[in-house]
């Protein structure tokens, strides 16, 4: 997994609550066998409307979404967060994530930041005023930022302790299992010969 | 204090612990099918890692399998693809692989026990839930979801919390014609589908001691049914016996160490567990279920229950919802239930002796002229076997089909399935609503259950049937 300290990118304005994760993904683009490839089925029941915020080039190569409350309720997919990060996302902002949503991202290295309702609806209107406008998001300071001079917006996000010193790490679980791996060796050196192996 | 089985098998495994984290456990065996694993291997190659230790992993193919036309490419594309990529990632990481072809392909939770791959004292994970199978000889084995495929083959560990301890203590003989399946399933409905949540549960008792290899898996498997993480049972005679001599067995001097080792894998007199259950075998009968989830279940000569008998409102309305999916009418005699397809295989009643018990019952009668009678075998050796002992001859004489091996009817990922509203009655573990095809309608039943229902065409024990003429 990439570390993440700071990223700034385009900002996409998705002014929708409750964006479950079948919104997300439907299931029928749950078929791939890979790990890649799901930006195509990323938002596929809006994508048809040209009017849907990702079909304007100014906001088309957007890193950072900006969504209401309740962003990514519904089914445990994992494919949810690999078809945002596909697509070019690395952090999401909105008042409040679904856990296991929340839990996946952490797990695959999207930044999931929870900000403040007022903080979106600012970012929102900004975004829109000004579409293809940047978005900084600062993990080191827990930050998001946007704009310049006196209408600037900056506010603090929550993230979890351990998920943000995993994602400032660049570690995903198997990164952290392998950082003890003298462990593993160690045990498995005691382990008894006659335990079975699949390959002689 | 004394430890119970689990705990035994649990601390022999723990890598690392630290205080307010999980603990990492060394995985013995990985088993892998070409459903959950793709995006594990995916994951590897993107992070450039490799499988640790190749030789603690087996894949097999059994999901997605066709059980005719084996020899010919799969029809389905997307049933197609995931068994080539299962290849593919089997080649490209030095995995061992049984593909569909081979003689030890099987359902995977067959093909472990019958390699004697599958020991005491072990643990064992897969992708998939019914890998509580495995607890039948005292390991501790569980289900895992695709990111932790993934962090088992870059690491051959996985962070676990340790789960409570259950005992279900089983008291008392089966009746004759009585099995290990309704056994569980009238646990099951005894304690509902959510009874064993958080637990890793010690079957225990005379009448599971009196259980053979095949039905102590039977009763295994559907742990998860009941919620349970795992299942499992001490390690006595009958499980020495059934995995000497078996290709992965150990041998020799190696054979008397293991022994020796698995002797003490049992729970200590003083152990406490955190939880107790005590059930009576000698007053179980057959048992069936009417409803959408195995824990709506009913004696055989029961009838089918009126959900105003429910006192707890959410079981009332999840009795009213089943019975409208299942199309049954409350107070109907479950022996008048009239079915459309009887299923007998699957991980939970697809070994050997499950197919002897059915064979025996079917055996110079004939299927039900409206009822079709499908059988299919949980592995090539499985298959192998009955053929060798004429099986397959007394089912097709009966009028059954004889298939090839994999998970078939159980779940319809291959061309298996139920049509809407046919009605079943399958040795499997799941009734959900669409589990053997679009609108299938399940009765989970015993293996002497299904035989006799396929003579009968309406849901019967052998005792129903008619003694055969001497000849
Ligand atoms: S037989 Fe059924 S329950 Fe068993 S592994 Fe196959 S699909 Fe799962």
Redesign the interface.
């Given at each position: 997994m990439d570390k993440f300290t700071s990223h700034t990118g385009i900002g996409v304005p998705l002014r929708r609550s409750n964006v479950d994760t079948d919104q997300i993904i439907p299931a029928v683009y749950l078929k791939r066998v890979t790990r890649t490839g799901f930006e195509d089925g990323l938002f596929a029941a809006w994508r048809g409307d040209s009017s849907f915020v990702l079909n304007k080039p100014e906001y088309a190569a957007g890193s950072v979404l900006v969504a209401g409350p309740d962003f990514g309720t519904g089914s445990s997919r994992e494919h949810a967060v690999w078809a945002l990060q596909n697509y070019g996302f690395r952090a999401v902002i909105s008042p409040r994530f679904a856990d296991i949503f929340r839990g996946n991202s952490g797990k695959a290295g999207l930044v999931a930041a929870q900000v403040d309702e007022k903080v979106v609806q600012r970012l929102w209107d900004y975004l829109e005023a000004t579409p293809g406008a940047t978005v900084t998001v600062d993990l080191e300071s827990r930050t998001v930022k946007a704009g310049e001079g006196p209408d600037a917006i900056e506010d603090s996000f929550d993230i979890d302790d351990y998920t943000r010193w995993r994602l400032l790490e660049g570690l995903d679980d198997v990164g952290i299992t392998l950082s003890h791996e003298d462990d593993i060796a160690e045990f498995e050196k005691s382990r008894p010969s006659w335990k079975p192996v699949t390959i002689h | 204090m004394g430890r119970t089985l689990s705990e035994k098998v649990w601390d022999e495994h723990v890598?690392?612990s630290a205080e307010g984290e999980p603990d990492?456990l060394?995985i013995?065996?990985h088993l892998i099918h070409e459903v959950t694993s793709?995006?594990a291997f995916?994951?590897l190659r993107?992070?450039g890692?490799s499988v640790?230790r190749?030789?603690?992993?087996?894949a097999t193919e059994d999901h997605n399998v066709p059980t005719l036309d084996w020899d010919k490419p799969i029809a389905d594309p997307?049933s197609r693809?995931?068994v080539d990529?299962l290849r593919r990632n089997a080649a490209e990481f030095?995995i061992?692989s049984h593909p569909l072809g081979d003689v030890e392909q099987g359902i995977v939770h067959i093909i472990g026990p019958q390699l004697?791959?599958t020991?005491p004292g072990?643990t064992i994970v897969c992708g998939d839930s019914h890998t509580s199978t495995h607890g039948a000889f005292g390991a501790i084995a569980f289900g895992i979801g695709?990111?932790e495929v993934?962090?088992v083959l870059?690491?051959?560990?996985l962070?676990q919390a340790r789960p409570k301890t259950m005992a279900v203590t089983v008291n008392g003989t089966l009746p004759e014609g009585v099995t290990a399946k309704d056994l569980v399933l009238t646990l099951i409905t005894q304690t509902g589908t959510g009874g064993g949540q958080g637990y890793i549960v010690e079957y225990r008792g005379p009448a599971i001691e009196a259980l053979s290899m095949e039905g102590r898996m039977t009763v295994c498997n559907m742990s998860i049914e009941w919620g349970a993480k795992a299942g499992l049972i001490a390690p006595d005679q009958t499980t020495f016996d059934y995995i000497e001599g078996r290709p992965?067995?150990?041998k020799g001097a190696?054979?008397d160490?293991?022994v020796e080792?698995w002797m003490s894998l049992t729970t200590d007199d003083d152990a406490v567990f955190d939880q107790e259950i005590v059930l009576d075998a000698s007053t179980m009968t057959p048992f069936v279920t009417w409803g959408t989830n195995p824990g709506q279940g009913v004696q055989l000569g029961g009838v089918v229950p009126d959900p105003a008998d429910f006192e707890d409102a959410d079981d009332r309305i999840g009795a009213e919802k089943a019975l409208e999916y299942m199309a049954l009418e409350a107070g109907t005699p479950m022996r008048e239930v009239r079915v459309d397809t009887v299923f007998v295989g699957s991980c939970t009643n697809g070994r050997i002796e499950d197919l002897r018990l059915a064979a025996d019952i079917i055996k110079g009668r004939t299927v039900d002229k409206d009822t079709r009678l499908l059988v299919v075998p949980g592995s090539v050796r499985v298959r192998m076997q009955a053929e060798d002992e004429g099986l397959d001859v007394i089912f097709k004489e009966a009028g059954a089909e004889w298939r090839g091996a994999g998970c078939s009817m159980c779940l319809g990922m291959n061309p298996d399935q139920l049509t809407p509203g046919e009605r079943s009655a399958s040795t499997s573990n799941r009734n959900f609503e669409g589990r053997q095809g679009k609108g299938g309608r399940t009765h989970l039943v015993s293996v002497p259950v299904a035989a006799a229902t396929a003579v009968r065409g309406t849901l019967s024990s052998p005792a129903d049937l008619p003694a055969l003429k001497e000849i």
């Open positions: - | 890598v690392r990492l060394f013995d065996l793709p995006q995916d994951g993107l992070a890692r640790r190749p030789d603690l992993t087996l997307v693809t995931q990529t030095g061992r004697g791959l020991q072990m695709t990111s993934e962090h870059a690491t051959q560990t962070m992965e067995a150990p190696d054979w160490a293991a080792h």
